[in-house]
């Protein structure tokens, strides 16, 4: 008897384990779960700010003015990605005949927020190209890829300028933040087609600009979360966040970049964009804007900011005919 009792306690005690490894276990795979779900909605559906608030901001900053923008010839372009959807493009041509230049915002913003760099490059002779992200603005599209898709769709506005103006046609491509990886994407891994580039404040890869905003939002980068927002990324969306590396991509650019960055800028880091600089052959310069955080080197140092952009210009002969 004392027997079969141990014989019977001795199952229960190997049930209740099985049960407590098989709950354990169910309650990991929900966590990775919820915990994938979360950060991929972060990355791939960031909030974007309202497009009226944008407006009002550039307005009340000086760096907008509606009538003057509803005075330049201009004409809009919708334009169709290899994927199907359709981008809201603005073509204005103040100087016909003239090089173009391409303007791509950074996450969250629209168009109008390129009008103040805009400006600077209509002054200085060029026609411009103002274009909506997929998912921004008045563009289609349901999720962001930083980069990604961006690079294609940013091939299909090239495309439809050479349509329309010839393989003759010269222009450059102007970038801030996710805007900046874009192009750096584009040229790097897709065709080296634009005559120049600028680039403002971009990321060198998107795994470690995730590390650094995760040690701002709760002090640490797990490398199992990475894992998960790696392939739970690519389950909802088709790509790798491991293929978002400007850093590498940068390598292959032979045309002439010009690399800005703030110098106070906490959300990219400066040094990413002295690895970027480091890392291009060829035709390059950089300037470090003393102040300003992300994506504010331009409005908080317009001079200096166009003194860069003059001898970006002079130095590789890159200025329109006037």
Partial sequence: ???RYSKNSQLRRTSTIKKTVISGGSAAILLAAGAGIYMSNRILYMRKKADASIVERETKAGRFNRHIYDLLPKEDVWITTADGIRLKSVFITPNPGNSYVIFCHGVTEHKINSIKYMNLFLKRGFNAILYDHRRHGESEGTFTSYGHFEKRDLKAVVDELIRREGDHVRFGIHGESMGAVTLLLYAGTVEDRADFYVADCPFSEFGKQIQHQMNREIGW??????TIAEWTVWLRARYKLSELS????VRNIEKPVLFIHSQDDDFILPEMTEALFKEKNGPKELYMAPNGVHA???N????QYEEAIDHFLM???LSPER
């Fill in 315 to 317: 130095k590789y002969e």
């Fill in 221 to 226: 980068a797990p490398r199992f979360l990475m």
């Fill in 246 to 249: 400007p850093l590498k991509a």
């Fill in 1 to 3: 008897m004392d027997s």
């Fill in 300 to 303: 908080e140092n317009p001079e």
């Fill in 296 to 298: 504010q080197s331009y």
